[in-house]
């Protein structure tokens, strides 16, 4: 059976008994504080478990795209470990429970119509204390005796250990099921049955709960390896023809039996995993999910590198996941030259440093030969990271194939020390609760009315949060940290998919309260702010002002941001998909997928063509219509992003359509104008273009408009001719300084030599070298000349005196770069430090001297891997 049809079986089956189907959650769940990824299918129903909200079904079914890195070293070793797969389950809310559960399993995995296992095969676990299912399986389903086996919580109860080490919460004993293959008993679906509330530490510490729940996971690679017969996971139907094209890509022969067989396994695990969470727009980063998709793929790039690849190959794989997983997934065709873009460029920038870091790790574990050492120190991997960019986990997994240990505590200190995280961070409780959760389990809703307006006057207090804790009332005095008010129903709009909360004000007689901001939280829009006047309490009725004109230069913002997305896929093309908003006053920043910087003749088409959709004036149209609906109207949606059944789809004119929550105008007139200030890379294949509408892009151009009068009075030409009379200027100022040569010395090198000798790193012109015999003010001017190329660069230049024995030092950053975050003063300081030295100066021009002329070739080397790794970090 293909994993497609186990996929359908299984979902058409359980809706027999009455589940209702619910597509997948997204892999990545951004408004869940708890989880980077989603690591079951049970996430998306956390509500639906603790009570927290009016249940329209008490029964359903998903397939769920899930994401783990807990056994990560183990994927590719063993048969079943993955970091992506797919978990088929079904839940009950209070509804169905153990004899449903356990009935129902072994009806579809039995039954001639369903999978028709052979019974003989199939064994049981349960909980050591665990009678109830003991029995159904004994007596009701028909299994012997000796086929049910008594486990220990560490392994029949979810979570494990809960009963005596915790956490607290909802937890339940579990039901294990196995199935007996040629290759061994095989786990293919565990039914987790939460009945208990834990409180506190044994005994007698288990509550039951008033209404108990269902939640059982199949695993569908296992359950499809064990109907196609075949004893690995990495065999079934939709993996093995990508394990056979990262073969290919990496021009070796797949050996299941072999250490390139287990590389490449990892490979196809890996490229899965990166596909699905970048289609959902992860970047690779230092932080949260980018660290692990960063992770992922930089330890197949290094699987590859251990198979003689020395290009970029893993990107090449994306297609064939892509081919794979259409069926279930067909959204995926439509990111795929996107998603190889982001992966081609962390491939590129790993590779450039890889073959250094792995000559010093070489290094590293032969001192630590020489000296008997076990363990590689955190300080050694924090320097690995810091300057190769060499992920701890690579450096642990290489470490062990030298039976070395490593030092993760000593890493964390040392990272914390740098003040560097470290990686993606622990994590709340999966089913942490705040004080907007009592509000939810009470019943009670905050209704959004701020399409229709900017004011309510009869809108009620039905929660009050002050320090973290629900409270009855909140005094005038209190002007401390910033208090969350929650209405039964508000105008403000609280922040939420790019656009930014209402500010304004509550009042009433003898009462204001100031509102800073409002953010969605749990589902409420949650108004922050102070207390300047009065006293509040539950049950008190105000008036909800919101400001109406910040909320205006909002709506032009955020209807521009439209048409900003249409016109970029008409200039550019459709592969310039939206990665991110924010949507402020008369402001607002979009990133968009495209593997180069824009063009200033685009980016003038660009603008024009936005302006031209203003001046046309077209209405914003508002229609809410089922989700397969508005996908079949062609609207926009971004991938990712998770939407309800009934959306609301935003149209302006015949030109633009995108399912969107946002406030906009009621026609594209009332943006008055959009100008763009500037465009920029945030990331590998991801630009920034941020523009203004409204008033601000009015005052923009009337502040450019004087600076160019002022400079046509200074210049004595027409505005037209400005450019052209400062480039005969500058001429004449390069020709004037060549003659003078600062007192008769030459550089022996021009910015155009410098210029070819540079390398290209992501679209940033790189250029590291020694000027004979300069000094500071030469070199300052010709990083000068380099920064005024279009390509943005970053410059580190030296000169050494060996008779005075000093070296001297001075770095660039184009204005691009330090709008990253790039600083030309930690560059040059790192460097300084290898000639005994130090320095300073601005992040974009800074200057170091050093006292050991003889190590400036060794100081040279460090300032072109210093480079790299800010550019990759930046």
């Not at 504080?33 to 079904?57: I, W, Y």
């Not at 109830?132 to 486990?151: C, F, H, N, Q």
């Not at 990892?266 to 690779?284: L, Q, S």
Request: net charge negative; proline share 5%; charged share 25%.
């Amino acid at each position: 059976m293909k994993a497609d049809e186990l996929r359908e079986k299984f979902l058409t089956f359980f809706e027999t008994k009455g589940c209702v189907r619910r597509p997948s959650d997204v892999l990545v769940p951004r408004w869940d504080p708890s989880v980077l990824f989603t690591p079951a299918g049970m996430n998306q129903f956390k509500d639906h478990f603790l009570g927290r909200c009016k249940l329209e079904f008490t029964r359903a079914t998903t397939c769920q795209k899930c994401l783990r890195t807990g056994d990560i070293e183990n994927v590719g070793r063993t048969p079943y470990h993955h970091t992506f797969f797919e978990m088929l389950g079904n839940f009950s809310f209070g509804d169905y429970f153990k004899r449903e559960a356990i009935l129902w399993a072994w009806e579809f995995l039995t039954d001639k119509k369903w999978l028709g296992l052979d019974p003989e095969k199939i064994s049981a676990t349960v909980y050591l204390d665990d009678d109830e299912a003991a029995e159904i399986w004994i007596k009701e389903v028909g299994l012997s005796p000796d086929k049910v086996t008594r486990m220990g919580e560490d392994e029949n109860f979810w979570p494990a250990n809960a009963p005596s080490q915790g956490p607290d919460g909802v937890c339940g004993p579990c039901s294990e099921i196995y199935y007996e293959t040629p290759w061994g008993k095989v786990e293919i679906w565990n039914l987790v049955f939460t009945q208990y509330n834990r409180v506190g530490p044994p005994p007698n510490n288990l509550r039951p709960l008033p209404s108990k729940n269902i939640d059982t996971g199949m695993g569908l690679e296992r359950a499809a390896a064990v109907l196609q017969g075949v004893e690995s996971n990495f065999h079934i139907d939709i993996i093995r023809p990508i394990v056979e094209a990262a073969a290919d890509a990496c021009h070796v022969k797949y050996d299941p039996s072999s250490d390139f067989g287990r590389r490449l396994r990892r490979i196809a695990d890996h490229i899965r995993a990166c596909t699905f969470a970048i289609h959902e727009n992860v970047i690779p980063s230092p932080n949260k999910q980018g660290y692990v998709i960063r992770r992922l793929i930089r330890r197949a790039v290094l699987d590859g590198h251990r198979m003689g690849v020395r290009e970029p190959f893993f990107y090449k794989l994306v297609p064939v996941v892509a081919e794979m997983m259409k069926n279930p997934y067909p959204e995926l065709q439509e990111t795929i030259p996107r998603v190889q873009a982001v992966i081609k460029g962390e491939e590129e920038n790993f590779l450039a440093v890889l073959e250094t870091g792995l000559e010093r790790i070489d290094r590293l574990f032969e001192e630590m030969r020489r000296n008997n050492r076990g363990v590689v120190s955190g300080a050694e991997a924090a320097e690995l990271y810091q300057t190769y960019g060499f992920p701890p986990e690579l450096l642990e997994a290489l470490a062990a194939e030298h039976n070395y240990a490593f030092d993760w505590e000593g890493y964390r200190r040392e990272m914390e020390r740098h003040g560097i995280e470290s990686g993606a961070g622990q994590k709340k409780e999966v089913f942490y609760t705040g004080p907007l959760d009592s509000l939810k389990k009470a019943g009670l809703e905050s209704r959004f009315v701020g399409y229709e307006t900017t004011e309510v006057p009869d809108a009620k207090i039905i929660g009050l949060i002050a320090a973290g804790r629900l409270c009855d009332a909140v005094e005038e005095k209190d002007h401390g940290q910033p208090i969350a008010v929650i209405l039964d129903k508000t105008p403000f709009y609280g922040e939420m998919g790019g656009q930014v909360g209402d500010r304004g004000e509550l009042v009433a007689e003898g009462l204001w309260f100031e509102v800073i901001d409002t953010k969605m939280e749990s589902g409420f829009p949650v108004h922050y702010g102070h207390l300047r006047e009065g006293r509040l309490a539950l049950g008190h009725v105000v008036t909800a002002r919101v400001d109406a004109a910040r909320r205006q230069g909002i709506r032009r913002a955020h209807t521009a941001t439209h048409l900003l997305h249409y016109a970029l896929q008409k200039v550019l093309g459709k592969h310039a998909q939206q990665q991110g908003s924010k949507v402020d006053d008369d402001v607002l920043r979009f990133d968009f997928a495209n593997p180069t910087a824009v063009k200033a003749d685009e980016l003038e088409e660009i603008e024009a063509e936005v302006n031209r959709r203003v001046l046309e004036g077209a209405p914003v149209q508002i229609a809410y219509m089922p989700l397969a609906e508005a996908r079949k109207t062609g609207a926009m949606m971004l991938f990712g992003e998770k939407y309800p059944d009934v959306v609301r789809v935003v149209s302006v004119g015949e030109y633009s359509k995108e399912l969107c929550g946002g406030t906009h105008l009621d026609h594209a007139g009332q943006i008055g104008l959009f100008k763009i200030i500037s465009e920029e890379s945030v990331a590998a294949g991801t630009r920034r273009i941020t523009a203004l509408t409204g008033w601000k892009a009015y005052e923009y151009v009337r502040d450019a408009s004087r600076v160019i009068a002022e400079a046509s009075v200074a210049l004595n030409v027409p505005p037209q001719e400005i450019p052209t009379r400062i480039q005969n200027m500058l001429q004449e100022i390069r020709q004037l300084r060549k003659q003078v040569a600062l007192g008769g010395r030459s550089p022996g090198v021009t910015a155009e030599q410098l210029w070819s000798q540079g390398i290209d790193v992501d679209g940033v012109r790189v250029i590291v070298g020694e000027i004979p015999a300069a000094d500071p003010d030469l070199m300052r001017q010709l990083i000068d000349q380099l920064r005024r190329r279009d390509v943005p660069t970053a410059v580190l230049l030296a000169a050494k005196h060996p008779e005075e024995k000093k070296v001297v030092m001075v770095a660039g950053l184009s204005r691009e770069l330090t709008n990253r975050g790039l600083d030309a003063v930690k560059w040059v300081r790192s460097v300084a430090a290898v000639v005994g030295g130090g320095g300073g100066g601005r992040p974009d021009l800074a200057q170091a001297g050093g006292k050991a002329p003889e190590k400036l070739p060794e100081a040279l080397d460090l300032a072109r891997q210093q480079a790299l790794k800010m550019l990759q970090e930046g």
